[in-house]
C-alpha cells in the first residue's frame, strides 16, 4: 500500500527524476508554455511553485538556491528578470494545467498543456482591475454602509447608536395605519 507516499516516481530513479523535473522547469521558464502528460505536469507543478515564489526576493542565496535546482544560467536570469517581475502580486498558483483531452498516440498518455498564469493573454480581461480578495467577512463596514443607504432613501425611522450597525427597517409589509406602532402602542 502507497499510504502517505506524495512523490510520484514517474518510472524513474531519483537522479534520473530530478534531472528530468530540472529539464522541464528550466523549459517552462524560457518558453512560458510546454506539453508534456499530465502526470509529470503534476510533479512539474509541486517542483517549480517553491522556485518561483523565490523568485520573488531577488537575493544572491535565493538565486543560488534556485540554481542548484536548475543548473542552467539562461534559466535562471530569466526567471529573476521578467517572471518574478510579473509575480510578483500573486500569492501563490504560479502555473496552469490545461487537459488537452487527446491521448499520445504511442502510449494513450493523457497530455496536457502546462503554462505561467501571468503570461497567457487569453484569459486576461482588457480594462479590468484587480479587487484585493480577503478571507475575512466585511460584516460591520457593509452594515453600516446599508443603514446610511437606507437612511438617505426614507427607509429607517429611528437613529441607531454609534458603532452599533443593524438592518434598516421597512415599512411597505405592514398594514396600513400602522407603519411606526410597535405591539405595546396599539
Do not use: W
Not at 8 to 34: D, E, F, P, W, Y
Not at 74 to 98: D, H, M, Q
Amino acid at each position: 500500500m502507497r499510504h502517505g507516499k506524495k512523490v510520484n516516481h514517474l518510472s524513474r530513479k531519483s537522479a534520473h527524476r530530478h534531472a528530468l523535473l530540472s529539464n522541464m522547469a528550466s523549459s517552462l521558464i524560457q518558453n512560458k508554455r510546454i506539453t508534456t502528460t499530465v502526470a509529470k505536469a503534476k510533479a512539474l507543478k509541486r517542483y517549480v511553485e517553491p522556485l518561483l515564489t523565490k523568485a520573488k526576493d531577488d537575493t544572491t542565496h535565493s538565486r543560488r538556491t534556485v540554481f542548484a535546482y536548475l543548473q542552467n544560467k539562461e534559466s535562471i536570469k530569466t526567471l529573476f528578470g521578467e517572471v518574478a517581475g510579473r509575480i510578483a502580486n500573486r500569492p501563490g498558483g504560479y502555473t496552469r494545467i490545461i487537459k488537452l483531452g487527446d491521448a499520445r498516440l504511442g502510449d494513450a498518455a493523457d497530455m496536457c498543456m502546462m503554462e505561467l498564469v501571468d503570461f497567457n493573454d487569453v484569459y486576461k480581461k482588457e480594462g479590468a482591475e484587480k479587487k484585493t480578495r480577503t478571507r475575512r467577512s466585511r460584516g460591520k463596514k457593509a452594515a453600516e454602509g446599508a443603514v446610511e443607504e437606507a437612511k438617505v432613501e426614507g427607509e429607517v425611522k429611528e437613529d441607531l447608536p454609534a458603532g452599533k450597525a443593524g438592518k434598516p427597517k421597512k415599512t411597505a409589509n405592514l398594514p396600513a395605519g400602522k407603519e411606526g406602532k410597535t405591539k405595546k402602542e396599539e
